[in-house]
């Protein structure tokens, strides 16, 4: 295994070549399980986590004959190259499928079971899919009939097949050779999550999902001795990438529950032993709350893997004290497939927690003045660019939005704020359009939320900037108290200028009972700002349980 913590030398600009250590294997996510079915053939692959009695298990020889019939299933209604779309939330099946897919040489189109009829509609449209494997229901919606609504305004829509039906079309297909995949194929088609808008069709490739897994695995130290507890999202990247593709290079045991519960989790870390789980913070943080309120025996984890929104370095401390694990953090997007740097265990960089590690291997990393598109200096912010196997070829079918994320060197420019050590540890200081500019003083919302996790009546802040006629913008913190804690405004305020400048001391202080999150759990805060600023500041009406105080005045510095 490649060691991540090397640091052959210092940088001297804000530049990370790629390390071509470990390489890039040119197969697809079929080929890959059918070679690791015959290393790991009795192995425990897959496990049912849904409540009830005795868990469904499958060996890896297991998963890979019902993948292959489930491809059969597949090509009894669809031809290579049909984009398939996934309507379900997390199951079992949900794996059979994007194997049997891949198999198949299906493109699949993955789609966020809690979507109303008309986010279904344009996912559907914008990915010319030409069938849905669909739950029948999903927390009490009866899916069957709100896509049943939308059938008739989707002309390229044709088959629609039942998950829950998976077994009965398995048994009624006739085996047959399966169709030439190539490394390089389009395997899915992952709509962005909505953190900063409309979402597009990220297209990714077996290759760059695949080796992204294997990669992300290889950094965190994972062996077939593992047992990942995986509650993020299968629709999204690290559900279906990550955490699936990683368990399965590494020849590791997968359990799948239904839906992210903290209590549900805490029981399958006691009863199967896990030892990893990826997760995003808000899913920790319910976690650790669980386990200091009913304990339980989760000697086995080892470690936890964070990512999809900024880590406090609190949250890493509190970690290792309450469940006594290790924690790594990793950072990337959807377009990245998704991974595109991570922390080591036991990383030797004295401030590691505050960063989001190194460059994996294969992948090139620079920060770049987003004004002139120049290189940075070391430890000087800009925008996170990114160049490799792993990024996408593309938004389906939105050529100027392709244009606009990758240029013509094939550098994909993410939108995101960070800086370069000279190890090549990389900080993210949050989205460029989040970066408020308060009286032409750039302000970094991350540093404003570690201060705030810190204090001990906090659960959870997102900082945004609000307009404002003299200053431009100014600060505001959004937070959500835990249970049973209090805090005023003052209280909050003479804890932020104990440990930041005054300008970037918040100025208007929001309570909440939640924040608007996409379904991985990252903060929303397009759709907060765009809350705050249609509520009357005075009133209580459009959010929840909302309590607004405002400084006095502002702080010129």
């Known amino acids: 295994m490649q060691d991540m913590r090397a640091n052959p030398k210092s940088l001297t600009s804000s530049y990370s070549p790629a390390d071509k250590s470990s390489p890039i294997l040119e197969e697809t996510i079929g080929a890959a399980l059918m070679r690791l079915a015959e290393t790991h053939a009795a192995r425990t692959a897959l496990i049912d986590g849904g409540a009830g009695g005795a868990r469904r298990r499958w060996s890896y020889a297991g998963l890979a004959e019902e993948s292959r019939k489930v491809a059969n299933a597949l090509l009894q209604h669809f031809e290579p190259g049909d984009h398939v779309a996934v309507w379900a939330s997390n199951c079992p099946e949900w794996v059979l499928l994007e194997l049997g897919a891949s198999l198949a040489g299906l493109v699949l189109v993955t789609v966020n079971p809690a979507y109303l009829a ?116 299968m629709f999204h990247t690290a559900g279906c990438g990550l955490a699936t593709l990683g368990a399965l290079h590494t020849g590791g045991a997968h359990i799948i529950p239904p839906e992210f519960d903290a209590g549900v989790l805490l029981d399958l870390f006691q009863q199967e032993r896990g030892t990893i789980m990826l997760c995003v913070p808000t899913m920790l943080i319910r976690m650790l709350e669980e386990q200091e309120n009913n304990p339980r025996d989760v000697s086995s984890w080892r470690l936890v893997t964070l990512g999809g929104a900024p880590v406090p370095a609190e949250l890493v401390r509190r970690a290792e004290k309450v469940l006594g694990v290790e924690v790594a953090i990793g950072f990337g997007q959807t377009e990245a497939s998704p991974y595109l740097t991570h ?173 608007p999150q996409t379904a991985s759990g990252k903060i929303q805060k397009f759709a907060l700002r765009k809350q705050l600023l249609e509520v009357n500041m005075t009133e209580a009406s459009g959010l929840p349980a909302i309590s607004i105080e405002k400084n006095g005045k502002e702080d010129l510095i």
């Open 118 to 233: 008309h986010e279904l509609k344009y996912v559907l449209e914008k990915s010319d899919a030409r069938g849905v494997v669909v739950q029948d229901h999903y927390r009490g919606r009866n899916l069957l009939q709100i896509l049943d609504e939308t059938r008739n305004e989707l002309p390229l829509l044709h088959t629609v097949l039942r998950l829950s039906a998976l077994d009965d079309l398995k048994g009624n297909n006739n085996q047959k050779s399966l169709p030439t995949v190539e490394a390089t194929d389009r395997a899915q088609i992952q709509f962005t999550s909505g953190t900063t808008g409309f979402p597009k069709g990220a297209c990714l490739s077996h290759r760059g999902l695949s080796n992204n897994g294997r990669l992300y695995a290889e950094a965190i130290g994972a062996t077939a001795c593992d047992v990942w507890v995986n509650p993020m999202p």
């Open 343 to 515: 922390t080591a265990v036991k990383d030797p960089h004295p401030t590691w927690f505050e960063t989001v590690g190194k460059v994996l291997p294969q992948t090139e990393l620079k920060i770049v003045d987003p004004a002139t598109g120049d290189i940075a200096p070391i430890d000087v912010s800009g925008e996170i660019c990114a160049r490799g196997y792993s990024v996408m070829e593309g938004y389906y079918k939105n050529t100027e939005a392709t244009r606009a994320a990758i240029d013509q060197e094939g550098w994909l420019h993410t939108g995101d704020i960070g800086a370069m050590d000279a190890l090549g540890y990389c900080r993210v200081h949050g989205r460029l359009r989040d970066m408020i500019i308060r009286g032409g003083e750039n302000i970094y919302p991350k540093e404003v939320e570690d201060v705030l996790f810190e204090h001990p009546a906090v659960a959870s802040v997102a900082v945004i900037g609000l307009p404002d006629p003299e200053w431009g913008e100014v600060v505001a913190a959004c937070l959500i108290l835990r249970d049973g804690q209090a805090a005023a405004a003052e209280d909050l305020e003479k804890f932020c200028r104990e440990k930041l400048a005054s300008f970037k001391v918040p100025r208007s202080w929001i309570f909440l009972d939640s924040f």
